[in-house]
Nanobody, 122 residues
Framework: VQLQASGGGLVQPGGSLRLSCAASGFSLDDYAIAWFRRAPGKEREGVGSITRGGGRTFIADSVKDRFTISRDNAKTTVYLQMSSLKPDDTAVYYC????????????????WGQGTLVTVSS
């Protein structure tokens, strides 16, 4: 099982960015996939998740109306689309999987990507 997060970079406030989480070694129908982030000096927090069937997504209140999650079954990739980015969104973003329930608590997930850095700054 492998998760590869990518797409991070430097973006200006108000800008958009799409992160990708490429999954291998399992089917997206087996497990939920969740996105987390860890900002400097803060604990890791759940950002959003998508069910193993891909039919529902859950977005944390802190980023609701700005972030969305989708998946491409053919590419076995889950995306985190971020818009109206703020400096407070600066963090290392991780994708996680290996648990059937799309919780935003990090404990149940055994598989993690390496993280991709998003910096929101002018």
């Amino acid at each position: 099982v492998q998760l590869q997060a990518s797409g991070g970079g430097l973006v200006q406030p108000g800008g958009s960015l799409r992160l990708s989480c490429a999954a291998s070694g399992f089917s997206l129908d087996d497990y939920a996939i969740a996105w987390f982030r860890r900002a400097p000096g803060k604990e890791r927090e759940g950002v959003g998740s998508i069910t193993r069937g891909g039919g529902r997504t859950f977005i944390a209140d802190s980023v609701k109306d700005r972030f969305t999650i989708s998946r491409d079954n053919a590419k076995t990739t889950v995306y985190l689309q971020m818009s109206s980015l703020k400096p407070d969104d600066t963090a290392v973003y991780y994708c996680a999987s290996g648990f059937p329930i799309p919780t935003l608590k990090e404990g149940p997930y055994p598989y993690w990507g390496q993280g991709t850095l998003v910096t929101v700054s002018s």
